[in-house]
Nanobody, 129 residues
Framework: VQLQASGGGLVQAGGSLRLSCAAS????????MGWFRQAPGKEREFVAA?????????????YYGDSVKGRFTIPRDNAKNTVYLQMNSLKPEDTAVYYC??????????????????WGRGTQVTVSS
């Protein structure tokens, strides 16, 4: 599986961005997907995840980190092999490199980086105050 994240950029506080993560290889609808972020000098942090959706084009259970609940959503479009991260009401502390990944372990917590394989290269999000 290969993942390509895009959509990052510079935005003012209070603004919005939508990140995309396009997957190639395998059956995308069978993948549980996650987004993480990493700011300079900090550990990689869980942002959001969505479960596999089977025959549904866009369904799946969603999970969010406490710092983004109510502001970010993680929709998916299986017809496009893409998962998104819609980010609203952005804050300067959201500045980080954002990564998407395929979840491979369902024993390890959904928030743990070790639950995921096949990481994308990341896309930079910078929120100015």
């Amino acid at each position: 599986v290969q993942l390509q994240a895009s959509g990052g950029g510079l935005v003012q506080a209070g603004g919005s961005l939508r990140l995309s993560c396009a997957a190639s290889g395998g059956t995308f609808s069978s993948y549980a997907m996650g987004w993480f972020r990493q700011a300079p000098g900090k550990e990689r942090e869980f942002v959001a995840a969505i479960s596999r959706s089977g025959i549904s084009r866009s369904g799946g259970s969603t999970y969010y980190g406490d710092s983004v609940k109510g502001r970010f959503t993680i929709p998916r479009d299986n017809a496009k092999n893409t998962v998104y991260l819609q980010m609203n009401s952005l804050k300067p502390e959201d500045t980080a490199v954002y990564y998407c990944a395929v979840r491979s372990s369902f024993i390890v917590a959904v928030t743990a980086t070790r639950a995921y394989d096949y990481w994308g290269r990341g896309t930079q999000v910078t929120v100015s105050s």
